[in-house]
C-alpha cells in the first residue's frame, strides 16, 4: 500500500510562505510520496516538502521553474499522471479523461481550478479516477485542504485544513 499525497496551487512564495500547519497536516499524514499538481511559484516549497517525502512535480501557468508540463509515476501497478490543467481545453472530465487515455493512466491528477474535484469515470472500457486537490492556500468557492490517495484500492480522502 502507498500512500500519496495530492497539492496544488499553493502559489508559495518566500513573502508569502505556506502556513507551518499545511506542512504540519502533510507531515501527520505520513505520506510515501507526494505529488504537486503545478503553481509551485518558488522551488524552496519543493525542498521543504522533499523534507517530507519524495516529491514528483509538474509546471502550472503560474510557475517558471524548470518542470516538466507532465509526469507519470507507478505505485502498486496503479499509474498515475499528473498535469497542471491549464492548457487541457475545456477543463472538464471529458476533456480529462482524454488526457488519461493519451497519457495511457489509471489515474489523473490536475490542479488549476484551486477547487476539490474527485470522480470515477468508465471511459473506453476503462475506470480512470480524476482528481484535484484544490489550494491549501488559495481556495476559489472552497475549503483549503489537499488530497490523499492510497493504492492499489484508490482510496480517496479530502484533507480539509480548516472550514
Given at each position: 500500500?502507498?500512500?500519496?499525497?495530492?497539492?496544488?496551487?499553493?502559489?508559495?512564495?518566500?513573502?508569502?510562505?505556506?502556513?507551518?500547519?499545511?506542512?504540519?497536516?502533510?507531515?501527520?499524514?505520513?505520506?510515501?510520496?507526494?505529488?504537486?499538481?503545478?503553481?509551485?511559484?518558488?522551488?524552496?516549497?519543493?525542498?521543504?516538502?522533499?523534507?517530507?517525502?519524495?516529491?514528483v512535480?509538474?509546471?502550472?501557468?503560474?510557475?517558471?521553474?524548470?518542470?516538466?508540463e507532465?509526469?507519470?509515476?507507478?505505485?502498486?501497478?496503479?499509474?498515475?499522471?499528473a498535469?497542471?490543467?491549464?492548457?487541457?481545453?475545456?477543463?472538464?472530465?471529458?476533456t480529462?479523461?482524454?488526457?488519461?487515455?493519451?497519457?495511457?493512466?489509471?489515474?489523473?491528477?490536475?490542479?488549476?481550478?484551486?477547487?476539490?474535484?474527485?470522480?470515477?469515470?468508465?471511459?473506453?472500457?476503462?475506470?480512470?479516477?480524476?482528481?484535484?486537490?484544490?489550494?491549501?492556500?488559495?481556495?476559489?468557492?472552497?475549503?483549503?485542504?489537499?488530497?490523499?490517495?492510497?493504492?492499489?484500492?484508490?482510496?480517496?480522502?479530502?484533507?480539509?485544513?480548516?472550514?
Open positions: 500500500m502507498t500512500k500519496i499525497c495530492v497539492i496544488s496551487d499553493t502559489h508559495y512564495t518566500r513573502n508569502g510562505r505556506l502556513p507551518s500547519h499545511v506542512f504540519d497536516s502533510v507531515r501527520n499524514e505520513e505520506p510515501d510520496l507526494i505529488v504537486h499538481c503545478g503553481d509551485v511559484i518558488d522551488p524552496e516549497l519543493l525542498e521543504e516538502l522533499e523534507g517530507i517525502s519524495p516529491v512535480a509538474v509546471r502550472g501557468n503560474a510557475d517558471y521553474l524548470n518542470l516538466p507532465s509526469r507519470i509515476v507507478e505505485a502498486d501497478g496503479v499509474r498515475i499522471g498535469v497542471h490543467g491549464h492548457d487541457v481545453i475545456p477543463l472538464n472530465a471529458q480529462l479523461a482524454y488526457k488519461a487515455l493519451e497519457m495511457e493512466v489509471d489515474v489523473l491528477l490536475f490542479g488549476h481550478t484551486h477547487r476539490f474535484y474527485s470522480d470515477r469515470i468508465s471511459f473506453h472500457g476503462r475506470e480512470i479516477l480524476l482528481l484535484n486537490p484544490g489550494s491549501p492556500t488559495k481556495p476559489r468557492f472552497d475549503s483549503p485542504g489537499f488530497a490523499m490517495i492510497r493504492t492499489p484500492s484508490m482510496d480517496v480522502r479530502r484533507v480539509e485544513l480548516w472550514s
